[in-house]
């Protein structure tokens, strides 16, 4: 159970990281191999990033975009509970809040699957509920 209270404690840090838009933070917790997955079908935005540098690049576009982030974790559920090596996955139940750097305002809920090496996210797949293509691509700055 110790590791799932670390588990829990290490994901917890990490998406107050978000929240202050501390990437330098947030970064510290990904294998320099780690792999982001994110949906939609915006260029450039939705898809595979393979690298802590592709991985970092996108959030750094995610926070110039959205320069106001509020998530509010909901769940967090530990696969192994006996684990103490840092190896394990995790899924994240949270909702969003959010401003775009338009001036949007939006609300989003999801769960983020994250699967642990060493105690660092080597692959993480968001799945959000739907908000509607049109208005996913609008917050995004990419409405047609």
């Not at 660092?120 to 799945?127: C, E, G, I, P, S």
């Amino acid at each position: 159970m110790i590791g799932a209270f670390i588990a829990k404690k290490t994901i917890a840090n990490s998406f107050e990281a978000l929240n202050q838009h501390n990437l330098s933070k947030f970064m510290s917790t990904w294998r320099d191999d780690g792999v982001w997955v994110y949906p939609g079908e915006i260029a450039e935005r939705s898809g595979t990033f393979k690298g802590r540098d592709a991985v970092e690049d996108w959030f750094r576009n995610f926070f110039d975009q959205f320069p106001k982030i509020q998530f509010d974790i909901q769940s967090i559920c530990v696969q192994n509970i006996f684990d103490l090596t840092g190896t394990n996955v995790v899924a994240v139940l949270w909702d969003l809040q959010f401003t775009n750097r338009d001036g949007r305002i939006g609300k989003n809920s999801g769960v983020s699957e994250i699967h642990a090496k060493g105690g660092k996210a080597f692959l993480v797949k968001d799945f959000m509920f739907d908000q509607g293509e049109k208005n996913f691509k609008l917050m995004w700055g990419a409405a047609e």
